[in-house]
C-alpha cells in the first residue's frame, strides 16, 4: 500500500554534524513529499515540501531531494546545532489518495 | 495568535467515561484532521472532515466520532473512553491533501 518508512528512531549528534535522516516512500500515485519536525511540547510544522520528481526542497539550512529511482526523500543537513533537536517526520499524499500518511518519526539529540 | 487550537490541553477520564476533544482553526480551510500520536507509530489518521457537516473515517476509527458543525470546529468524540485511547492527540487544518497542515498543540488524554 502507499507508505512512507523512516528506519532510524533516534539519532544522536554533536553540534557542526551532518545530519542525514532515511526516508523510503511506496505508491502507486505521483507523491508529493514533505518533511515535518515537531519541537517538544508543540505540534508538528511544515519543514519542506516537494511535489515533483528530481527536484530539491530547502528550508532553515535543510535540504532534501525527490529521488523517484530510488523512492527516498532523504533529510540532510550540513552542521545541526543544538537548536535542532526535534522529531523529524516524513510524509506523502499522493494522487488519488484522501489523506497524507506520516512515517513513524526520527528523534534527533543534538549535544553542545 | 495560534491559527489551531484545541482545548483540552490535558485530560483525565475514566474508562467508559464520555470525552470530547474540541479543535478550532482560523484558517478558513476546508480539510481538518484528528491524529493520533503514539512511540512507534507516528501520527494516524482517525477521522477527517472536508467541510462544515461532512466527516470521513480515517485509518484507526474505531472507538471514535467526529463532527464537524462549522468551519471552524471539528471535534473528536470518545463515547466510552478505554485505557488503549491513551495519547496525544492533534488536530490539522488544510486547503488540500497536497498542501501544508497546520497542527494543533496537542491534547494529552490519560484514561485510567
Known amino acids: 500500500g502507499d507508505s512512507v518508512i523512516q528506519m532510524q528512531g533516534q539519532v544522536t549528534l554533536s553540534e557542526n554534524d551532518f545530519l542525514f535522516i532515511n526516508c523510503t516512500y511506496s505508491t502507486t500515485g505521483y507523491p508529493t513529499l514533505f518533511w515535518y519536525v515537531q519541537y517538544s511540547g508543540e505540534g508538528p510544522q511544515l519543514l519542506l515540501q516537494v511535489t515533483t520528481a528530481n527536484n530539491k526542497g530547502s528550508s532553515r539550512g535543510f535540504e532534501a531531494t525527490y529521488d523517484k529511482g530510488t523512492t527516498s526523500f532523504h533529510l540532510q543537513k550540513t552542521s545541526v546545532q543544538e537548536i535542532d533537536s526535534a522529531v523529524y517526520y516524513c510524509?506523502?499524499?499522493?494522487?488519488?489518495?484522501?489523506?497524507?500518511?506520516f512515517g513513524s518519526g526520527t528523534r534527533l539529540l543534538v549535544s553542545p | 495568535e495560534a491559527a489551531v487550537t484545541q482545548s483540552p490541553r490535558n485530560k483525565v477520564a475514566v474508562t467508559g467515561g464520555k470525552v470530547t476533544l474540541s479543535c478550532n482553526q482560523t484558517n478558513n480551510h476546508n480539510n481538518m484532521y484528528w491524529y493520533r500520536q503514539d512511540t512507534g507509530h507516528g501520527l494516524r489518521l482517525i477521522h477527517y472532515s472536508y467541510g462544515a457537516g461532512s466527516t470521513e473515517k480515517g485509518d484507526i476509527p474505531d472507538g471514535y466520532k467526529a463532527s464537524r458543525p462549522s468551519q471552524e470546529n471539528f471535534s473528536l468524540i470518545l463515547e466510552l473512553a478505554t485505557p488503549s485511547q491513551t495519547s496525544v492527540y492533534f488536530c490539522?487544518?488544510?486547503?488540500?491533501?497536497?498542501?501544508?497542515?497546520?497542527f494543533g498543540p496537542g491534547t494529552r488524554l490519560t484514561v485510567l
Open positions: 510524509a506523502m499524499s499522493w494522487t488519488g489518495g484522501y489523506k497524507v500518511v
Open positions: 490539522a487544518s488544510g486547503a488540500g491533501n497536497y498542501a501544508e497542515q497546520f
